[in-house]
């Protein structure tokens, strides 16, 4: 079992940047897929980015480029440091993670319901 609280959602004006973080409970956390996700109001819950054990790291089109995923296995953490943000970036954000499986594409991990555990999220709002 995996509990994730994400921190660091805020109010923001375009152009500027926000870093999010996650913090997950358990065990063998290095063993996680982690991702990020993102839901606007009134839209499906989107892939945004993530990173494997091994530290391979995809990332949705529309962020490529501003966002980076990085995660820290010894603390348990994975971040989504967010550069350049845009008011379409709105949305609330979630933490996800989910058991690697070895010989699945990477590609295969940014459908949301491969996916295990999830937090609460954290809302980011970018004005502009």
């Known amino acids: 079992q995996v509990q994730l609280v994400e921190s660091g959602g805020g109010l923001v004006q375009a152009g500027d940047s926000l870093t999010l973080s996650c913090a997950a409970s358990?065990?063998?956390?290095?063993?996680?897929?982690m991702g990020w996700f993102r839901q606007a109001p009134g839209k499906e819950r989107e892939f945004v980015a993530i990173?494997?054990?091994?530290?391979?790291?995809y990332y949705a089109n529309s962020v490529k480029g501003r966002f980076t995923i990085s995660r820290d296995n010894a603390e348990n953490t994975v971040a989504l440091q967010m550069t350049s943000l845009k008011p379409e970036d709105t949305a609330v954000y979630y933490c996800?993670?989910?058991?690697?499986?070895?010989?699945?594409?990477?590609?295969?991990?940014?459908?949301?319901?491969?996916?295990?555990?999830w937090g609460q999220g954290t809302q980011v709002t970018v004005s502009s």
């Open positions: 996800a993670a989910t058991l690697e499986t070895s010989g699945f594409l990477i590609v295969t991990y940014t459908r949301s319901r491969v996916y295990d555990y």
């Open positions: 358990g065990r063998s956390f290095s063993r996680y897929m």
């Open positions: 990173m494997s054990r091994s530290n391979s790291t």
